[in-house]
């Protein structure tokens, strides 16, 4: 898997779960690999950044969101 196939993955339609799947799947090929493994490590990351863009959002909702309309 190339670094170009890794940043058109579209990530957005998975759920949390099969994310982290997929990330302790990186990591797992990261440890077993004789070198540094660039493609799975960047896939790693943007997993990461992907769950907490989600995280970010889900609190935006769940917390800034209902207040500011209470303001209104």
């Known amino acids: ?6 940043d058109e993955m579209d990530l957005s339609n998975l759920t949390d779960v099969q994310l982290d799947m997929i ?3 990186a990591w797992r090929v990261c440890q077993s690999s004789a070198g ?3 493609p799975m490590n960047r ?3 943007r997993i990461r ?3 907490e863009a989600r995280a970010l959002d889900w609190i935006y909702q769940e917390t800034l969101k209902p207040r500011a309309m209470h303001r209104l």
Do not use: F, Q, R
């Open 23 to 25: 990330d302790y799947l």
């Open 49 to 51: 950044e992907k769950k």
């Open 43 to 45: 896939l790693a990351t």
């Open 36 to 38: 540094p493994n660039l």
């Open 1 to 6: 898997m190339s670094e170009l196939e890794i």
